[in-house]
Structures are given as structure tokens and as C-alpha cells.
């Protein structure tokens, strides 16, 4: 099943998506999937957030479960889990267009929030939080591994070709231009996955939950408030100490927070 935010269409198809689960949260992913669906429906929003949360569990590299808990989290009024949940559906699926728009409808909803509420410090809303990571995640590795070792048999081809003397001119000139263009495709494609490899392993990144976060300029509440981070808010987890998370904001700036007001994005 996949839902829609503010509506609701069934996907049969996506039934037969959580078989053979080895260890699942709880007693079947497909449990977890049928009863959202149906509290879904019976407009029980809290308790099937609940539920497709346990089946993100089960199944974390399912981007149609982390769908499903978006949908059901931003109609529950938990807008924080609603975008990380999009987020994450669209790190495992790029092209899903429902979870891109969904996520934008959801943005709005919190500018929207924050607008109506009296807020005297610096605000910090989500939607211009680029933190520089799409063209590293819209590729997936695996087509990237793909093109980088193709990239170099086709130089290494065209260089075999070139070395005969008996070849015409004109083809060695041919075969000349494609070995510096599989060359480069090979160097470019070597690059963002180098990149993709060094950013998963060093360079983690969140989504901020709560409906606002106060963002500090130390670890602690003894610090003052740096800014007003709101939910949804993507950030650079830069890691821990004496129980705060440090973390870079949007626009460059490091700020402190309490280690479960953010949730990383696991990126494949």
C-alpha cells in the first residue's frame, strides 16, 4: 500500500513488498502494513504512525514503508518525523515523485506553523537547507561502480586500438578522442563515488524533529540560544560531546542540540 498526504489509494502490489523478513519488529511486516492501513482509513493517525514506524524498523530499505510513515506522521501533526521520513524514502528511491511532492507540501505546513507563532529569535525554517549532497545521492552506487569500470575498459580499448599501424588515421583520431572521454567519465564517476563512500562514512546528516529546536551555541542549557530551528530542518551531524550533539545548520553556522532532537539519514 501507498498513501498520499491528505488522501488515500491502494498499491496491491506493494502487499507482496515486505516478504521474507528474517527477524521483523513485530509479529509480520505484513501486519504492521495492514494495521496503518486500516487505522489510516478509520482516521487514526497517531496509532498508524505508530505502526509504519515499526514497519520501517523491519524493513529499512523499503522506501514504500517510509512513505507510508511520512504520510501517516505529517497527518498526525508530527511534521519533524513526516519530512525525515520523506527524506529517507527518497535516499532510497530518487525518482519517487509522490514522496518529493509530499515532502514540499509538509515544508509549507511548517513555514506556515512558524509564521503563525511569535517567535522573537532567529528562525531557521526547512526547504533552504541544500546541505550539497544530491548529485552525490541521486546516482546509486551501484550504477556509478557500473559506468567507472566500463569508463576504463573503453579507454584501455581505445588505446589497444590506437597501438595498431595498420588502422587508419581517421580511426586512430577516433579512437584518440574516445579514450579522453572514457577517461574522464572514468575519473568522474571514480569522484562521486569516492565522494558518496567519504560522505556516508564521515559526513552524517539529519533531519531535525521537533516542532522547534532550541539551537545553542555550546553543549548545554547554559548557553544561549544560538537560533530557532524548526522542524524538518536538514543539518550536518558533526558528533558528540558531554551529551549534545554538535551540528551545522543551514547556513554554515555550528550550534549544539540534545542528541534525540535529530534523526540521521541513512544513506545507501
Known amino acids: 500500500m501507498k498513501t498520499f498526504f491528505g488522501c488515500f489509494t491502494l498499491n496491491l502490489a506493494l502487499c507482496c513488498a515486505f516478504l521474507g523478513i528474517a527477524r521483523p519488529a513485530s509479529a509480520s511486516p505484513s501486519e504492521d502494513l495492514r494495521d496503518g492501513t486500516e487505522l489510516s482509513f478509520a482516521g487514526r493517525h497517531e496509532e498508524a504512525a505508530q505502526a509504519f514506524e515499526k514497519l520501517t524498523i523491519a524493513t529499512p530499505n523499503s522506501a514504500d514503508a517510509w512513505y507510508n510513515y511520512g504520510v501517516a506522521a505529517s497527518q498526525a501533526g508530527h511534521y519533524g518525523q513526516g519530512i525525515h521520513a520523506f527524506e529517507q524514502a527518497l535516499l532510497l528511491s530518487p525518482q519517487d515523485t509522490d514522496a518529493a511532492e509530499n515532502a514540499a507540501k509538509v515544508r509549507q505546513a511548517v513555514i506556515d506553523r512558524a509564521l503563525q507563532q511569535n517567535v522573537s529569535d532567529r528562525v531557521i525554517l526547512p526547504g533552504d537547507d541544500d546541505t550539497g549532497t544530491s548529485l ?13 569500470s566500463a569508463s576504463w575498459g573503453l579507454f584501455f580499448l581505445c588505446l589497444c586500438v590506437m597501438r595498431f599501424k595498420k588502422i587508419l588515421s581517421g580511426i586512430r583520431t577516433s579512437a584518440a578522442v574516445f579514450a579522453v572521454l572514457a577517461a574522464l567519465s572514468a575519473l568522474g564517476s571514480g569522484s562521486l563515488l569516492a565522494g558518496r563512500i567519504t560522505h556516508s562514512g564521515q559526513n552524517r546528516i539529519g533531519v531535525l524533529i521537533p516542532d ?40 554554515g553556522s555550528d550550534a549544539w542540540i540534545e542528541p534525540n532532537e535529530v534523526k540521521p539519514l541513512n544513506i545507501p
Open 136 to 148: 552525490l545521492t541521486d546516482i546509486p552506487p551501484k550504477t556509478l561502480a557500473i559506468l567507472f
Open 212 to 251: 522547534r529546536v532550541e539551537a545553542r551555541t555550546g553543549p548545554g542549557k547554559r548557553y544561549p540560544v544560538h537560533a530557532q530551528a524548526m522542524g524538518g530542518v536538514r543539518v550536518h551531524l558533526r558528533g558528540q560531546y558531554e551529551g549534545w550533539m554538535q551540528i551545522t545548520l543551514p547556513d
